[in-house]
């Protein structure tokens, strides 16, 4: 038998998340017609993507929380030992002066027209968990309308292990279109069935309750726990300076993201929610069915900005993004490979491989 090349490793696009197994450093990609960055695929091929999909419908607050959580992402390093998150592709650095600007001038997102760009970040030395590729891309909530997801319009869809379901309760008051909130997790467990066998696989459905600010009746220990965040305030460098003042006296900080001590309340907020949800029909019709098709499933509350926005779109408090980066830790936590929750050894894990 003759010695034969091994084929080329697949590679994927990070920029269109083509799969192809051509070597493509010097090639145009051939789904995008990008030059993909060889260093953007080595990390892919040495890390494995971290990959979520966001789902919801319209105005229901996806964009301004995949903002939120970028925006404090970018600024963990004042909080994480050692860490850094930069921008791997050309629409990942475009995503980034888009959400500063909104920072800056207290815009919001608009309603999302088009499949963005995907965005590629390198999460450097994220607390327990290591290195990390996080992959995620907006859409606009009219896919996931109807009970099929448009999954030809999804490349992430097929592959992410971890879906946010993000709905906000504020919309679904009245009428609401006739919309219920299990119709969403009606809408996942269905499209996932319709996948090809090899896309199918465990996965963790995280259930994002958004515009938390404005949500009246959350359980008490949910709302002490929205408003106890101090994150934004750590990150913030004018916020920053006024709670060091502040701290002098009071000395109740929240705990640091990804210890356990901070995964505990996370989780106790998380049951919380449950058991609020699941005393209505809808919330248990939701839980059941997430439970019948093995989906993992996580609870949380988050603000994106903090305020309602005025009759223009524009905040008038600035940005105060209140719990949006437990979606990503819940996330974070999730080993596709080992069908649940991993434990997290107290020592960062390294490399992740096969995360894809
Ligand atoms: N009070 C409050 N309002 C929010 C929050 N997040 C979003 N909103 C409001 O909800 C509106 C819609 O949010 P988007 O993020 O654009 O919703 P979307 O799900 O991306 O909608 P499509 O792009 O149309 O699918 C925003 O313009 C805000 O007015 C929040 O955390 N608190
Ligand atoms: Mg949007
Ligand atoms: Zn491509």
Redesign the pocket.
């Known amino acids: 038998m003759s010695l034969q090349l091994l084929p080329e490793e697949p590679t994927i696009c990070p920029e269109c998340l083509r799969e192809d197994t051509l070597g493509m450093e010097d090639t145009l990609c051939a789904g995008c017609g990008k030059r993909p960055s060889a260093a953007a695929q080595r990390l892919i091929r040495t890390l494995g993507l971290t990959a979520i999909q966001a789902l919801?419908?319209?105005?229901?607050?996806?964009?301004?929380?995949l903002a939120?959580l970028t925006l404090v992402l970018r600024r963990m390093g004042m909080v994480w030992n050692g860490f850094f998150c930069s921008a791997l592709t050309e629409s990942s650095h475009r995503k980034l002066r888009e959400l500063n600007t909104y920072l800056a001038t207290g815009a919001?997102?608009?309603?999302?027209a088009e499949e963005g760009g995907t965005v590629l970040l390198l999460l450097k030395n994220a607390a327990a968990w290591g290195d990390r590729l996080l992959v995620y891309r907006?859409?606009?909530?009219?896919l996931f309308e109807g009970f099929d997801v448009q999954i030809d319009r999804l490349p992430l869809f097929q592959r992410a292990p971890v879906v946010f379901l993000?709905l906000?309760l504020t919309d679904l008051k009245g009428v609401a279109g006739g919309r219920s909130l299990e119709m969403l997790m009606e809408t996942l467990v269905h499209s996932l069935g319709q996948l090809p066998e090899p896309a199918r696989q465990r996965r963790c459905a995280v259930v994002v309750l958004?515009?938390?600010?404005?949500i009246p009746d959350l359980p008490p220990l949910v709302r002490s726990y929205l408003i106890s965040d101090r994150l934004w305030a750590a990150l913030d460098p004018g916020l920053r300076a006024a709670a060091d003042g502040e701290r002098a006296g009071a000395g109740d900080l929240t705990p640091e993201p990804g210890t356990e001590a901070y995964r505990e309340r996370m989780a106790a907020a998380g049951d919380a929610i449950q058991a609020w949800l699941e005393a209505v029909p809808a919330g248990r019709n939701l839980v059941r069915m997430a439970e019948n098709h093995d989906l993992a499933l996580r609870f949380c509350a988050?603000?994106?900005?903090?305020?309602?926005?005025d009759d223009n779109?524009f905040l008038s408090a600035p940005w105060h993004p209140r719990r949006v980066l437990d979606p990503l830790l819940w996330a974070l936590d999730f080993d596709p490979r080992r069908l649940s929750f991993i434990d997290l050894p107290d020592e960062p894990v390294g490399r992740r491989t096969g995360a894809w």
Do not use: M, N, R, Y
């Not at 907006?138 to 009219?142: K, L």
């Not at 988050?302 to 926005?309: D, L």
């Open positions: 919801g419908w319209p105005g229901h607050g996806k964009s301004t929380f939120a919001l997102p608009p309603p999302t907006d859409c606009p909530g009219e993000i906000s958004t515009k938390a600010d404005s988050v603000s994106a900005t903090g305020s309602q926005a779109g």
